[in-house]
């Protein structure tokens, strides 16, 4: 099980950048994925998930509206879209993979495999 995390960088307040993960090893139908966040001296945090079978989504209140979540099927990737970015968005973030339970799709403990992070910087 694989989940590869890129796309990250330096950009200033209001730019926009757009993250992906390719995945392998998993039936992706059977996992939720999602984006979590781990800024410095901060916990880990839920940003965005979505359902691979459906497309079902949900978002942190503190991306809504600026950040997208999306998959390409065909070759098992995930992407997040950020768009309007702050200083506060500056972290490191990461993809993973968990149980496809709607009620924990935002709980960190529902996430089993895990990408290697890639790191997102914002200048004000």
């Known amino acids: 099980v694989q989940l590869q995390a890129s796309g990250g960088g330096l950009v200033q307040a209001g730019d926009s950048l757009k993250l992906s993960c390719a995945t392998s090893?998993?039936?992706?139908?059977?996992?939720?994925l999602g984006w979590f966040r781990q800024a410095p001296g901060k916990d880990r945090e839920f940003v965005a998930t979505v359902r691979w079978s459906g497309g079902s989504t949900a978002y942190a209140d503190s991306v809504k509206g600026r950040f997208a979540i999306s998959t390409d099927n065909a070759k098992n990737t995930m992407f997040l879209q950020m768009n309007s970015l702050k200083s506060e968005d500056t972290a490191i973030y990461y993809c993973a993979a968990g149980a496809p339970i709607l009620s924990a799709r935002t709980d960190i403990r529902a996430y089993h495999y895990w990408g290697q992070g890639t790191l997102v910087t914002v200048s004000s």
């Open positions: 090893g998993l039936t992706l139908r059977r996992y939720s």
